[in-house]
């Protein structure tokens, strides 16, 4: 049963268990550090299909699949999915489950994502509404180019701050709690946070304020400390936003999380020799990275208590040219390794 | 507590109750037979705004304040918002909730977007994981012909089985049950089904598979009979999708809801005197109808026990571009009408 503590957090006390998680990524993603820990690489941007969209759905596709085979699930054994994208109506989602016959919630948060369909799915299972859910997500660069940016085609310079959307699917498939697995321990929903950022080519920027205020919320709730994880796990700030959440942490909640941060948007690419600007991002970046190096050291017991926070940027190509500033949001998952044998 | 019977459905144990609800329009939806059930009226399609996007925002924002103030609360009360919208990215809900201050759950179901919001909102009370919860979404004709079909400005000709977005937003606040109230006392998540439709101007027909599925799964799962119900509404279906929907259950499922079903499409607006085409659409459109007329209806006791089924065709302009078939989604809602004193 979830037990509201504080002012937002919600403790799940049956510890809901990530019993199969996946991710798969593309070519860059391949050429990156975490190449020998995803799940599957689609050597092909295009993945064989007829469109960048097309692709996301078969990758979006291929994750959960590979979630739900690793848990030793069928997907009539699922009671919901909890799934949605960057793409205009969430088509990578929709398109990528439609064939699969399970009970589909869609979700919009940009690339808060991973967290926010990890939440609820969490959410459904601890309460009892739900015995299985999968939660997941996608991106695509070059889908995300063009509904964002610019054609590629164009061949337009991108600017040092601007990130790089991640061509990666991730999913987790939740189960009532077993040992020796990764488990969903609380969450914390978060809210909008908007300090008036326009520049569409700075997501960083504009989304650090909402993991500042998540991180902070979420320590507050639980009376914890920075130190008593072994990972807080931003996803996807990349250089600028990172640097920037560490310095608004310390200066605004007088928390120093420098010890411990580190953030999807840089651990999946090689920052130094990959030409990917200020680092990953996209709902694929850190559900991927979550759904391979994260869980798997959970697994093993490499990492034991992890405050992933992944951070949205609520924006839509005409709210930007329409002048509008970048509304953003971030929402943590606590994920344990629970118990070790 | 949520309760799971039959294959997917979730009776909420506890009752949760609708203890605020409003809905307001713009000029087409004043001049239809609820315009004196609306809470507010605009008559300026743009809202006094610089944009029917932003008009949208501010229409979404003006249904959730309304429906807050008529249940007694703060936004400070409310421990989650579930909203989401047709725009790109969400952009009519973000925009108009972001000052609130409110954790925010987005959520993407297209026009089914009222009965998946009023769902994880209740479902979320039930289980304890909220104490009050607000459940919204918004539409607006101008913002939505101009993204998905054509700008206002080429005088398009509209086919007469397309139908014409409300300009409309509702909102319910959710919260532990009270007497004399309307209460959600069951929810279905639905599935995906695309029976291969391709005309984005008959989205009717390509959702009432959808429907026909739920309701009947619902009926199935609950053990309950058409003539149980003082009304099924779906919503929205309009003109040709409402004949289709009665014929697939007849024929798929051996059920005739005719005796005790109705669309909010064809509520909204005066079918014969106003040039709506096959009748009412958009996210607005049933959240306006069921968070007005429906809601009064049940807290007066002129309805007991309403089957809420709102359809989402989960559609882009970009799928359609690619030659893509509608996949199409319902969820339902178990809407009775409380305790009578």
């Known amino acids: 049963m979830p037990e509201r503590i504080g002012k937002n ?23 990156g550090p975490l190449s020998e820990e995803f799940d599957y ?7 064989g299909q007829s469109s960048f969209e097309k692709a996301e759905s078969l990758i979006h596709k291929e994750a959960v699949e590979r979630a739900l085979s690793k848990a030793g699930k069928s997907k009539s054994d699922v009671d919901y999915i909890f799934a949605g994208d960057l793409l205009n109506q969430c088509t990578g989602s929709t398109f990528g489950i439609r064939n699969m016959n399970i009970p589909y919630v869609g979700v919009y948060g940009a690339c808060s994502t991973m967290a926010l369909t990890l939440s609820l799915a969490s959410i459904f299972v601890d309460s009892g509404a739900a015995n ?6 996608s991106s695509h660069f070059c889908s995300a180019e063009r509904q964002f940016r610019l054609p590629l085609e164009y061949g337009g310079q991108r600017t040092p701050t601007a990130q790089h959307t ?6 987790s498939v939740i189960s009532s709690h077993v040992k020796n697995t990764p488990c969903v321990s609380a969450v914390l929903i978060g809210k ?20 500042a205020q998540t991180i902070s ?16 796990l931003t996803g996807d700030l ?8 560490k310095e608004l942490t310390e200066k605004d909640f007088g928390v120093d999380i420098s010890s411990v941060h580190n953030d999807c948007g840089l651990l999946i690419y090689d920052m130094e020799n990959q030409d990917v600007h200020a680092g990953g991002s996209g709902c694929g970046c850190s559900a991927s990275v979550v759904n391979t190096h994260v869980m798997n050291n959970l697994k093993n017991g490499k990492l034991g208590k992890v405050l992933f926070v992944a951070t949205g940027a609520l924006l839509s190509a005409t709210s930007t040219l329409q002048g509008e500033t970048i509304p953003s949001i971030a929402h943590a998952v606590l994920l344990t390794g629970g118990e070790r044998e």
């Open 9 to 31: 957090t919600l403790l799940l006390t049956s510890n809901p268990s990530v019993i199969g998680f996946a991710g798969v990524g593309g070519i860059t993603e391949g050429e």
């Open 41 to 47: 690489l689609f050597d092909d941007d295009e993945a």
């Open 132 to 137: 299985c859910a999968v939660a997941s997500t």
């Open 166 to 171: 991640a061509t990666a699917a991730g999913a």
């Open 192 to 211: 909008i946070r908007d300090l008036g950022i326009k520049d569409a080519n700075n997501m960083g920027a504009a989304m650090a304020p909402a993991a």
């Open 217 to 232: 919320d979420f320590l507050s709730d639980t009376n914890t400390k920075p130190e008593d994880y072994d990972l807080i």
């Open 238 to 245: 990349g250089k600028v936003g990172s640097a920037l959440l």
